[in-house]
């Protein structure tokens, strides 16, 4: 699978069956907006996917409510294009009747038939992932896909990504 680390400014994560750039850690996948890849059926992932699931819910309310705390909000969505697959990060979801909306955070790099920018419409069932930064505390809360990746890093490398993204990934 691959999946962005981060827009830009933040961390985007895609999982697909393709090779890296060549960046040597996590850290510097996510300053390039590099994509980063693990297997289909990757425990850590799938794990990232169910607990995103399981928190959807409360997040959403909390987007739809403008909570204040609440800055940057981001949703990882599937996107398929025949048979490549990416997750990109859309942001400032929104929904409306059942459909979400917001917009594309990363550039595509397997998938050929959206765009960075571009306005995304999609169900609740394409999002794997979320995450905000906190205004309070400014950790970055959620970004489940991300400690995934992490128990592939070496612990040098997983700690230099949580200190520099202020990520915690045993709240």
Avoid at 107 to 115: A, C, S
């Amino acid at each position: 699978m691959r999946c962005h680390l981060f827009p830009a400014s933040a961390l985007i994560l895609c999982l697909t069956a393709c090779g890296s750039r060549g960046e040597s850690n996590i850290t510097a996948k996510a300053k390039s907006d590099e994509v980063a890849s693990v297997s289909a059926d990757d425990p850590a992932m799938l794990r990232a996917f169910a607990r995103a699931r399981d928190t959807l819910g409360a997040f959403l309310v909390r987007v739809a409510a403008k909570d204040p705390v609440v800055r940057e909000p981001l949703v990882k969505v599937k996107v398929l294009d025949g048979d490549a697959v990416e997750y990109f990060w859309v942001a400032s979801p929104t929904e409306t009747s059942g459909v979400y909306t917001g917009t594309v955070m990363n550039e595509p790099e397997r998938v050929h038939n959206i765009r960075n920018g571009q306005t995304l419409s999609f169900p609740r069932t394409q999002i794997y992932d979320w995450m905000y930064t906190d205004a309070n505390s400014s950790k970055m809360i959620g970004n489940y896909t991300a400690c995934a990746l992490l128990t592939h890093e070496t612990p040098v490398s997983a700690a230099e990504f949580r200190k520099n993204y202020h990520l915690d990934c045993d709240p």
